[in-house]
């Protein structure tokens, strides 16, 4: 009996890697429920304690999710907890000890993010080959007296990024004298390590959520049927959308694209597009609905992304809290719309010698710094122009450095360069005119059209539908135009629909580049991610067997059946999503209980044997 407490005890408070602790876990749901029931415990008054509390279980929480990390974790928490309050004491060197702690947060962020990449980095400018060794691995080895970490990887922690970047917030936040520090180092440490937000966000800002850390719990009868929808809500995405999609069609897709059709290949694109969102947006749900449960409010994530009509209003949906930060903490910083910085032109120079290094070509750099010499030369000469080039150049950069935060990789940074052209090339459309508009998509079309014709390369096979569609997009608003002058409203409607399916498609084409390269190893993402990408490339843009198309969709008739209805929810007017979910937290609570345990009687049908780590995990 002893032995089997014991390896019980060992079960719940060991770090397992092949059972980390996921929202989808019935471990996991244990897990909450005692921390609600201590919660309720403790009461509402003793705030200090109930902090400590949560401190020590989001702690707990990291050390299930990642094992000894935890380390990594305590050290960014203790050092930007002492950081914060030397700003704020200091009257002659707070900008140094800013300095200090956004350097010393993205320092241990690149160690373990970019190692790799600046590695290779190093090789290719000095031509030596620098081993990359684990430093923290072997201080453990030696700390233990024995070789129990792997010393030849480096491995990703867990929610790096998300709690680096939360680290950074608060610090500059103080700076700003937004915010003044917290009282004590457990106070902050909850901030950091909040369990429900901890490992894939969303990333809490500092001014947003320190407040709440001084409230009183409040959980109206209402918002904990809110709470209950989003958890639901949250695993419904993830379990039926995400890990079904992903399990059933989309991942045996991109590991041999090559093996399957061009529609095949497309379509997995498209519901990939679907299941991304509905794994990250589903975690969201999930730790929104998990936080309102214990009284606090975490910011929305997401805001029905594929109904954005271009790509700048699609980042304004997607990863919102993202987007936020890096508004706020690198493109106002440099400049914004306002004026190029120092900071821009760094920023420029640090991109193209990635660029370079990343694509193995010095042109690279070359036709960057040439683009930017362009612009720069441009504004010069045209100074009324000079605030419209400076903007689209600094959110290049923004997004562009985007696409690094997810990993240092060739793809992620093609991803982000075309989400930053996406943007730039909406804003010199919507100046032109219907004609203008008009003249020139058929130009691209026709140029198009003959490129395929004179080389039949998949990629100018692709770009000819897409640009003929562009343009019969372009032409049907001018002709409506014409005939009915003034506002119409059935037109309006037909032009915001073609939009929206316009930047669906374009947002779905740059997730080639996304998700080839995920799921790597650094050391091999670049050479596969791009193998991946050319692959379905050739596929998609090749000749189709359009006779089987029919076969293949009654095959794949569940994913198929599940992207419909997935994308009917997704579109739906906001107002009728908003009055279900009232409808839901206004029920009795018996009532709420039956939907409850239907809803999760279904969910739990679509589980699949293999466990499914959130995709943001890896970021």
């Known amino acids: 009996m002893d032995t089997d407490f014991i390896a019980f005890l060992q079960h719940t408070f060991a770090f397992d890697d092949r059972h980390p602790l996921l929202f989808t876990q019935l471990y996991f749901w244990v897990f909450f429920a005692v921390v609600i029931l201590f919660l309720s415990i403790i009461g509402r008054s003793r705030i200090a304690i109930r902090n400590a509390f949560l401190c020590a279980v989001s702690f707990f929480f990291y050390y299930k999710t990642s094992g000894i990390f935890i380390l990594i974790l305590c050290f960014t928490t203790l050092a930007s907890f002492t950081v914060g309050r030397r700003i704020y004491k200091s009257k002659h060197f707070r900008t140094l000890w800013l300095a200090i702690g956004i350097i010393t947060n993205l320092l241990v962020l690149a160690y373990f993010k970019y190692s790799y990449f600046l590695a290779d980095m190093f090789f290719q400018l000095t031509g030596w080959q620098m081993e990359v060794v684990n430093h923290f691995s072997m201080l453990g080895n030696m700390l233990v007296g024995e070789a129990r970490f792997t010393i030849d990887a480096i491995v990703l922690p867990v929610g790096i990024s998300f709690y680096t970047f939360q680290c950074i917030s608060y610090l500059m936040d103080i700076y700003r004298q937004r915010i003044t520090p917290v009282r004590s180092l457990l106070d902050y440490g909850f901030y950091v390590s909040f369990f429900p937000q901890l490992v894939a966000g969303p990333i809490v800002r500092a001014n947003e959520f ?114 936020r930060w890096l508004q706020d903490y690198l493109y106002i910083p440099m400049g914004g719309n306002r004026n190029a910085s120092a900071g821009t032109y760094i920023v420029i120079l640090s991109i193209a010698l990635i660029a370079s290094i990343l694509s193995g070509s010095v042109w690279v750099a070359i036709i960057i710094l040439a683009l930017v010499a362009i612009c720069t030369i441009w504004a010069l000469v045209h100074p009324d122009k000079r605030k419209l080039i400076t903007t689209n150049v600094n959110a290049m950069n923004t997004m562009l450095l985007g696409g690094l935060w997810h990993g240092a990789s060739w ?82 409607q037909m032009a915001r629909a073609w939009a929206i399916a316009q930047t669906f498609v374009f947002i779905t084409f740059t997730r080639l580049f996304f998700r080839a390269g995920s799921n790597l190893d ?98």
């Open 210 to 323: 320190i407040g709440q850390l001084y409230r009183p719990f409040f959980l109206s009868r209402r918002w904990m049927g809110i709470a209950v929808f989003w958890i639901l809500n949250g695993l419904a995405k993830k379990i039926i959308l995400s890990d079904y999609l992903a399990v059933n069609f989309i991942d045996r897709i991109f590991a041999n694209p090559s093996m399957y059709s061009g529609f095949e290949n497309l379509s997995a694109l498209f519901l990939y597009s679907l299941q991304v969102y509905a794994d990250f947006s589903g975690y969201t749900d999930i730790a929104i609905g998990v936080a309102l449960m214990m009284g606090f409010h975490l910011p929305k994530n997401f805001n029905s992304p594929y109904k954005a009509t271009n790509a700048g209003g699609f980042w304004k949906r997607w990863h919102m809290s993202l987007s």
């Open 411 to 492: 793809n992620f940074m093609i991803w982000g360069g075309l989400n930053g052209i996406g943007m730039i090339i909406y804003k010199i459309w919507k100046a032109l005119g219907h004609v203008g508009r008009v003249i020139i998509s058929l130009a691209a079309a026709t140029g198009a059209y003959l490129w395929a014709d004179a080389t039949n390369l998949p990629i100018a096979n692709i770009a000819m539908v897409w640009l003929a569609a562009t343009a019969i997009g372009a032409t049907i608003p001018a002709i409506v135009a014409i005939f009915y002058r003034g506002t119409n409203a059935f037109s309006n």
């Open 522 to 619: 650094p050391a091999e993402a670049n050479r596969t991610a791009w193998e991946t990408a050319q692959a379905m490339v050739q596929r998609i843009g090749s000749k189709w067997a359009t006779a089987q198309i029919p076969e293949m969709i009654d095959t794949y008739r569940i994913p198929f059946a599940l992207f419909v209805i997935g994308m009917i929810i997704h579109w739906l007017p906001e107002h009728f999503k908003r009055r279900y979910r009232i409808c839901f937290a206004s029920m009795p609570l018996y009532a709420m209980t039956l939907v409850s345990a239907l809803v999760i009687f279904i969910v739990y049908q679509f589980v699949t044997a293999d466990l499914q780590k959130f995709i943001y995990f890896q970021f």
